[in-house]
């Protein structure tokens, strides 16, 4: 008590803004951050499971298998000539510098498993980091002796942590499977750098961005365009290779697993994370909680009358998300439709070009964008997911509930939710098919009919899209609390059968009976029948989804 007040002296908390002193702190974290750290790995502990499986499985089904893939010198021999003639797979995937199995799927892995590994990291980071700002629970904590630097450390100690253990288990099952140990620990650090490289960039975008997915947006975007950069540096020559040495990819890439390992290209990748996480933590100590260093335009006192319908609401909220994708798309695919066209219209006489050409049944010159776009769908599949579960969000933040307080059902609310789910794809698919076109024309094509023939097959991939929408969908009614884990493991499921059966790892007809994808893909249907059965299940499970919605509480 402090004498002639009455008045109690507060206990001395300690030291909160930067995390440096207290008590019940962890060694090299600030305070509170442990405690952030087990609440991390038990709010994401299914997103830890699904992300570090499908990535592992990526590495590792690749390189298992090799021997399958390439059994004999002569098909190893065509695959050395594929790399070396087709610049496409130097700028998407990587390069190869052995004619071995383990140097070819290496190669191969690369893109996948880096991408998988970043993509992530990022989550990770955005969700614990500006995701809990977002949702007001960080604001909640700050009342609590938790550190300022407390969520950002706990993000970077989980993701960092994964990132370890990913690799362990990479060179672990690599050195089982019988490929050489340097080389194992090589491709093993690479997919480790993939993880710590996307969580340095998430947690930058974290502090400049007020919004998660913008926040993921701008990360992955960071990632991907650091990506092709390398493969650009890599295509155009001698004389623009060293663009691969100005980039983290690049020195991942000059590593070299399993041809010859340079070891001391690892000093500047790590120089990179170090560098990108001190930029974020000095970040971090520059801004306002709940605001980022990037100004937030403010909106106008009154909005207009059409923003009183709910879809007017949800366009409102998506529209940023929609046109970022859609420029992404629209630059990206314009960029591969101009320099496939050449690069194709010089290998479409190969005969390995013409037999895939037949299995696709397409002609030989578009085997390359047809097997681009379908690597497309998969990522605006997400996209569509993403949007679909804003229901889910709208939800647990308490919104919905002030909505339904009005005179709106929840069948509307629903409805204008899953028709968001459907539009947001096609607009995207048609923004893919006339970028392609487009980028095809100025490489030499017709620009009318190239435009015609690829936004029109773009487009007929949007019902499998559709089917996950529905899945989504009728998995907020069902299971609420799982809905998240259950429409994106079917993604996932989708994307790693795929992989699986392409290594014969798997039978085809288990991707034909977990995934929609196969069944608008023209490698594996020849017939119309999907595109009426694909529509109407994704119908059945919006309409299961409404019926199940009306018989549950809310919030559940």
């Excluded at 995390?19 to 994401?44: E, F, N, Q």
């Excluded at 930058?204 to 365009?225: D, E, H």
């Excluded at 949007?462 to 907020?476: C, D, F, N, T």
């Amino acid at each position: 008590m402090t004498p002639g007040n009455g008045v109690q002296d507060s206990p001395r908390l300690p030291e909160a803004a930067g995390g440096s002193t207290g008590g019940g702190r962890r060694a090299g974290l600030p305070l509170g951050a442990a405690h952030l750290v087990r609440l991390a790995l038990r709010r994401d502990r299914v997103l830890l499971v699904v992300w570090l499986t499908i990535t592992a499985g990526i590495v590792l089904g690749g390189v298992a298998a090799a021997e399958t893939t390439y059994p004999t010198a002569q098909d190893r021999a065509d695959r050395w000539e594929q790399l070396h003639s087709i610049p496409m797979f130097v700028l998407f995937q990587s390069r190869a510098f052995a004619d071995t199995a383990a140097a070819l799927a290496a190669q191969q892995a690369f893109a996948g498993g880096t991408m998988c590994a970043a993509l992530g990291a990022i989550l990770l980071v955005a969700r614990t980091t500006r995701g809990e700002e977002s949702a007001g629970r960080r604001e909640l904590l700050a009342g609590t002796p938790v550190g300022r630097r407390a969520d950002l450390a706990a993000a970077l100690t989980v993701t960092g942590s994964a990132g370890a253990l990913l690799a362990v288990v990479v060179a672990v099952g690599l050195v089982a499977s019988g490929t050489p140990w340097a080389g194992s620990i090589a491709l093993a650090l690479i997919v480790a750098m993939a993880v710590w490289t996307g969580a340095g960039l998430a947690a930058i975008a974290a502090q400049l961005l007020t919004g998660l997915g913008a926040v993921i947006g701008m990360a992955f975007a960071v990632f991907y365009s650091l990506h092709l950069v390398r493969g650009a540096g890599a295509v155009m020559g001698d004389g623009a290779l060293w663009m691969t040495w100005v980039v983290p990819q690049g020195w991942w890439e000059n590593l070299r697993p399993f041809a010859d390992e340079r070891w001391w290209v690892l000093l500047p990748a790590v120089a990179w994370i170090v560098a990108t996480v001190s930029a974020a933590v000095r970040l971090a100590d520059r801004r306002d909680l709940g605001r980022g260093l990037l100004p937030v335009r403010p909106g106008r006192e009154h909005g207009p009358g059409w923003l009183c319908s709910l879809p007017a609401l949800l366009w409102r909220l998506d529209r940023a998300s929609v046109t970022i994708w859609a420029l992404a798309v629209a630059i990206i695919a314009s960029s591969i439709g101009y320099v496939g066209a050449g690069a194709m219209s010089d290998y479409a006489d190969m005969a390995w070009v013409r037999a895939m050409g037949a299995e696709l049944g397409v002609a030989p010159e578009d085997t390359f964008f047809t097997y681009v776009i379908l690597v497309f769908v998969f990522p605006i599949a997400g996209h569509a997911i993403h949007t679909a579960l804003r229901i889910r969000r709208e939800e647990t933040a308490g919104t919905a509930e002030l909505m339904l307080a009005g005179p709106l059902t929840r069948s509307t609310w629903a409805l204008a939710h899953a028709a968001a789910g459907f539009l947001y794809p096609v607009v995207l698919l048609l923004v893919l098919g006339i970028a392609v076109g487009t980028g095809s024309g100025l490489g030499g094509g017709s620009f009318g009919p190239d435009i015609a023939e690829f936004t029109g097959f773009t487009v007929s991939l949007a019902p499998a899209v559709w089917v996950l929408v529905g899945i989504a969908i009728g998995a907020h009614a069902l299971v609420p609390r799982g809905a998240t884990a259950v429409s994106w493991t079917m993604l996932a499921l989708g994307i790693v059968t795929e992989i699986a059966v392409k290594t014969d790892l798997v039978p085809e007809l288990l991707f034909l009976l977990v995934s929609p994808f196969p069944h608008v893909n023209p490698y594996y249907h020849s017939s119309s029948v999907p595109y009426v059965v694909l529509p109407l299940l994704a119908l059945g499970l919006v309409a299961i989804g409404l019926l199940a919605l009306r018989r549950r509480d809310l919030p559940t």
